[in-house]
Each structure stands twice: as structure tokens, then as C-alpha cells.
């Protein structure tokens, strides 16, 4: 079964310091996309930053940093140099196929429980 | 340019009764879906519509029913609330059904069934 794990429910980090949050999954297809997205305490899903499967290379986008490492199923955020600003829910979330007749082959994101972040000033 | 909008931004029913939650993109994307949010869990998806004209279900379609008005709306309805439905509803729309469907949320709708 496909599945994705987020065994922190909560992490604190001073600011300007970086910080990882893990994240590993768990699949069969060899084809799949990992996502992060962020959910600040006002409610809305922003994206960060997306790795592939067969990406050679780990994602960067600004601070944010992924660590995938496909052998041991993991796909964790590195944030770098902390801001306040960064504290939120934090949910890694797998891209698998959804093969059905009536929709062909579509994709579907499963998430994970997510992490609190709280940056210490 | 608004992105996802989703309407109501906020409900609350009565055991029983029905709604129906409005959803539309702008961005010409060909695939949307709908996801629900509960206390301590990330998403899960309710149903989805990969191009115009299709939808399917997804984790937790039990309850609910959809219609791809249109490219740029998907309705999610409920015939009959239940407090299990209690929940915060995403709509999320993505450019194809691709490995890399970055899925472009909205708001979100907080939905209180008593």
C-alpha cells in the first residue's frame, strides 16, 4: 500500500538556525513524485518544492532544500536560516497514478500527518 | 488572476440537510480535485476530475457526490450531512495528471455539521 510517514508532530527551531523534517514514503510504482507544502495558521496550502523519482539531483528552491534518498525511501525538508515566518504545519505528500476506466491515468497526492514547525526567536 | 476559489469560506448544517461547495480555477488547469482535512491529519481526497467531462473517486468518496461543471468548476455536494463531515474542504486544481501536478489550492472551506 502507498504510504507516506511524518514521525514529528512537532519541532522547534531558533531562529536563523536550519532544520530538517522527515519524511518517508512508501511505494511499489517506480514512477511518483514527492511534494512538500506548507500550511501556515491561517489556513491555505502553499507549495515548496517538488522532487521526481527519477530526478538525479535533490530539489532546491530558495531555503528550502529536499534530501531525497530513494534507496531508503526518504524525502526530507531542509530549511535553512529559519525565519519566524516559518512556523506552520508542514506536509510531505507522495504523487502516485490513479489508473481508472472512465479517467485514463490521472495522479492523486496522498499526504502525511504533517509537523508542526515553531521557530524561536 | 485568483487562483482557486472556493465558496463558502465557512458553514454550518444541520444533520440531514444538503449543499453543495463551490470550486473554480482560473489558470486553465485540466485536472481538479477535492480533499478533506480533519483535526492532526493531513488530506485526503474525496474525488477528482483528471480532464473535463470525467471524475472518479478518490480515498473517501462515501457521502459526497461531484460535477465538473465546466473546465473551470468542480461542485462537491452533500445529500445528507452527517457530523462525520465535519471537516475543512480543499479544492485543488493541477495542469495535467502528470508526476510533477503541482496542485494549486484553495482556501479552503470550513464546513460544522450539529
Known amino acids: 500500500a502507498q504510504k507516506i510517514t511524518q514521525t514529528q508532530p512537532g519541532m522547534f527551531v531558533q531562529e536563523k538556525e536550519a532544520v530538517t523534517l522527515d519524511c518517508t514514503y512508501d511505494?511499489?510504482?517506480?514512477?511518483?513524485?514527492l511534494f512538500w507544502y506548507k500550511q501556515p495558521s491561517s489556513g491555505e496550502m502553499i507549495f515548496l518544492i517538488y522532487?521526481?523519482?527519477?530526478?538525479?539531483q535533490n530539489a532546491t528552491e530558495g531555503r528550502y532544500s529536499l534530501n531525497f534518498q530513494k534507496a531508503r525511501k526518504s524525502a526530507n525538508l531542509v530549511i535553512s536560516a529559519s525565519q519566524l515566518g516559518d512556523s506552520a504545519m508542514y506536509f510531505c505528500?507522495?504523487?502516485?497514478?490513479?489508473?481508472?476506466?472512465?479517467?485514463?491515468?490521472?495522479?492523486?497526492?496522498?499526504f502525511g500527518s504533517g509537523t508542526q514547525l515553531t521557530v524561536l526567536p | 488572476n485568483a487562483g482557486v476559489t472556493q465558496t463558502p469560506k465557512f458553514q454550518v448544517l444541520k444533520t440531514g440537510q444538503s449543499m453543495t461547495l463551490q470550486c473554480a480555477q482560473d489558470?486553465?488547469?485540466?485536472?481538479m480535485y477535492w480533499y478533506r482535512q480533519d483535526p492532526g491529519m493531513g488530506l485526503r481526497l474525496i474525488y477528482y476530475s483528471a480532464s473535463e467531462g470525467t471524475t472518479d473517486k478518490g480515498e473517501v468518496p462515501n457521502g459526497y457526490n461531484v460535477s465538473r461543471l465546466n473546465k473551470r468548476e468542480f461542485s462537491l455536494r452533500l445529500e445528507s450531512a452527517a457530523p462525520s463531515q465535519t471537516s475543512v474542504y480543499f479544492c485543488?486544481?493541477?495542469?495535467?495528471?502528470?508526476?510533477?501536478?503541482?496542485?494549486?489550492f484553495g482556501p479552503g472551506t470550513r464546513l460544522t455539521v450539529t
Open positions: 511505494t511499489s510504482d517506480p514512477s511518483y513524485g
Open positions: 505528500a507522495m504523487s502516485l497514478p490513479r489508473r481508472s476506466i472512465s479517467s485514463g491515468s490521472a495522479r492523486q497526492l496522498t
Open positions: 489558470m486553465n488547469h485540466n485536472s
Open positions: 522532487q521526481g523519482s527519477y530526478d538525479q
Open positions: 485543488a486544481s493541477s495542469e495535467k495528471p502528470g508526476a510533477s501536478n503541482e496542485q494549486y
